[in-house]
């Protein structure tokens, strides 16, 4: 199955060899975590079990993370 992936100003097209795929998988296929990335479908963030059909567009989002410095 393929999908095409929007991550950091590229699409990429993903290929994989299972007829089943989910978010989880579509992060580890690009050196991902699911604890520094996001799938995105549409306007909503898939939770890393969702499952991806075959054709999807998608984008992968980086978390950004930031604290209080304190003096």
Do not use: C, P, T, W
Not at 6 to 32: C, I, P, T, W
Not at 54 to 68: F, T
Request: proline fraction near 0%.
């Amino acid at each position: 199955m393929k999908v095409k992936v929007h991550y950091r100003g590229q699409l990429k097209e993903l290929e994989f060899e299972k007829q089943s795929v989910r978010a989880v998988d579509v992060l580890k296929a690009l050196g991902l975590s699911s604890e520094y990335a996001f799938v995105v479908r549409g306007d909503e963030i898939l939770d890393e079990k969702e499952i991806i059909k075959d054709g999807e567009e998608l984008r992968v989002i980086n978390a950004i993370s930031g604290g209080l410095e304190y003096l």
